[in-house]
């Protein structure tokens, strides 16, 4: 990985999602990807990202619940998390934040914004 680049984690169910947003974000930021909540966690193990994009509707575990578990966690409470999801009604937004999450975006999305967004934070 390069040492320049802030390291971003993208958690997505959706290989394809995953490639996007890998293709966008990877010339400012080192993006490590996951299929899933529990690869999520496996690479929580050995690495600290500046900053974590969650998708919500996930097998498994989904992102409310994983985001539950990072918010708990001594280590990891204070990484910011984003929701980028294809859940688009406000209630889930709402839920969202109260469960810690920094901001949330709406899938699909504009590359623009999402760098703009990772740039509030990071």
């Known amino acids: 990985m390069e040492t320049d680049k802030k390291l971003i984690f993208l958690v997505d169910d959706n ?51 994983a985001i539950k578990i990072l918010k708990l966690n001594h280590d990891t409470k204070n990484i910011p998390v984003i929701f980028l999801t294809g859940m688009t009604d406000s209630s889930n937004e709402e839920k969202g934040r109260s469960l810690g999450a920094v901001d949330y975006l709406t899938k699909p999305f504009d590359p623009q914004t999402l760098i703009a967004c990772l740039e509030k934070y990071c």
């Open 15 to 65: 290989p394809a999602n995953l490639r996007i947003g890998k293709n966008v974000l990877s010339e400012k930021y080192t993006v490590a990807t996951a299929p899933s909540a529990s690869k999520l966690f496996s690479l929580l193990e050995n690495n600290r990202p500046v900053l974590i994009l969650l998708d919500i509707d996930m097998p498994g575990m989904d992102g409310y619940e």
